[in-house]
């Protein structure tokens, strides 16, 4: 797979990543464990380099699986993680303390069976500490070698910018796709300014863009779309009409929905790398396909045009969610 370059001091991964998630957290049951860890190892020999994590995914077990998984090739990848969390737990508030990201580095080396992390993340933005103070501490940990590149997620313009005098940001890591464009007005925008690569999540809309989901799809009753207010049954049927869109283009290119969602991604700027989660080997492969689907630039300037006229309905993310983003 092509390589792509996220900041300004090389941090290389290839085009694609593998979000991990998925394998222990917010989409139903959990995969099992040799599972999850052979799915890892497949990505790899499939050309994939760059694996996301965070310490607040099971808690704890994702980090765990994705550091046993890529221990035989460990200095061939590049592993990202994140805190953020109080106690590591998503569901309590925020604590980007210092002494909370120290204690967080050194219990997520261990689990990641590794003595640097290659990207840390800040999982959200924390009001109660200043952006400075984040970038300080997370500066003073790539001295010690125990971080070698700092990322954001879901931060705002402001945020990124004062962070980045602090300490270079390498990513942001926030939501971007079809089926999410908001980042275009002034997120991206910045980033190209500063040199900062952009590390979409939910690049195929929650799975809404592969064209497996409907009004009728049932979800299990741990599944995080459960809460979200775009994919309750009405608004998942009125938001058909973009899903047609890319089964159009797709069968048009005798490609799966899946590729040309990722191909739109890729093509937007040099410096975007997705990383679309799965947990099923099929897709995997199909994601894969994604980074080899060309698009030209009549058949952009179509999907541009059509987007025009279609209007997303319902929030990305249930109020109390939503607060925590773009701060």
């Known amino acids: 797979m092509v390589k792509r370059i996220l900041g300004n001091n090389g941090l290389e991964v290839s085009a694609l990543g593998l979000g991990c998630m998925g394998l222990s957290f917010g989409y139903g049951k959990a995969t099992e464990k040799n599972e999850a860890i052979a799915l890892i190892r497949a ?11 965070a310490e607040c995914y099971g808690p704890f077990i994702n ?32 604590d980007s303390s210092p002494a909370r990201i120290r204690g967080v580095v050194e219990a997520s080396l261990k689990r990641l069976r590794t003595d640097s992390i290659d990207l840390l993340y800040q999982h959200r ?29 879901e931060a705002g313009a402001e945020t990124i910018r004062r962070a980045h005098v602090i300490q270079p940001v390498a990513a942001l890591q926030s939501e971007y796709s079809l089926f999410y464009r908001e980042p275009e007005k002034e997120i991206i925008p910045v980033l190209e300014e500063l040199g900062i690569g952009f590390v979409p999540f939910s690049p195929l809309g929650k799975g809404f863009l592969t064209g497996a989901i409907n009004e009728d799809t049932k979800f299990e ?31 048009q290119k005798n490609a799966a929905p899946s590729q040309i969602a990722l191909a739109w991604l890729l093509a937007q700027k040099p410096w975007i790398v997705p990383i679309p989660g799965t947990t099923k080997l099929h897709r995997l492969e199909e994601n894969i ?14 999907i541009d045009g059509a987007l025009k006229n279609i209007e997303i309905v319902g929030a990305r993310y249930p109020q109390q969610l939503q607060d925590r983003v773009g701060k």
Not at 125 to 153: C, M
Not at 289 to 302: I, P, Q, R, V
């Open 125 to 153: 933005v924390d009001p109660n500490v200043p952006i400075e103070e984040v970038a300080g501490t997370v500066k003073e940990l790539i001295q010690q070698g125990k971080v070698k590149h700092f990322g954001l997620s």
């Open 63 to 94: 980090e765990e699986i994705v550091g046993e998984a890529l221990e035989p090739f460990r200095k061939e990848v590049v592993i990202a993680t994140k805190f953020g969390f109080q106690g590591g737990d998503s569901t309590k508030g925020l």
């Open 289 to 302: 396909g994604g980074a080899a689907t060309h698009l030209s630039k009549e058949e952009l300037d179509n």
């Open 43 to 53: 990505a790899f020999e499939k050309g994939v380099t760059f694996f996301d994590t």
């Open 221 to 251: 009753s741990s599944d995080f779309r459960n809460i979200v207010p775009r994919f309750s049954e009405e608004n998942r049927k009125a938001n058909q009409t973009l899903v047609e869109l890319v089964k159009s283009i797709a069968a």
